[in-house]
């Protein structure tokens, strides 16, 4: 159940990410691994400047934190394949 409720929460980080940026999804494929590298980047980049751990915030913060590392990664993502905005 873990990893199922990983996979609904990247979809849903990527999917607001790309709101965000580009004001459309990018696809449910995309979003979902959008989401959960931002996830990871938004965690890595946190943790090393405020301590913060997934698992001792609530969801909403969790969430703040994954959506900006999916923005960070979103746009890494439009500048290497040639996107624009």
Do not use: P, Q
Request: aromatic content about 14%.
């Amino acid at each position: 159940m873990d990893i199922l409720g990983w996979i609904i929460f990247g979809a849903l980080t990527g999917w607001l990410a790309s709101k965000i940026v580009t004001r459309r999804g990018e696809g449910c494929m995309v979003n979902t691994a959008l989401g959960l590298a931002g996830a990871l980047v938004g965690g890595f980049i946190f943790r090393h400047l405020t301590g913060f751990e997934y698992g001792d915030a609530n969801f909403f913060v969790s969430m703040f934190v994954a959506v900006i590392g999916a923005v960070l990664v979103l746009y890494t993502y439009h500048a290497i394949s040639g996107r624009t905005r």
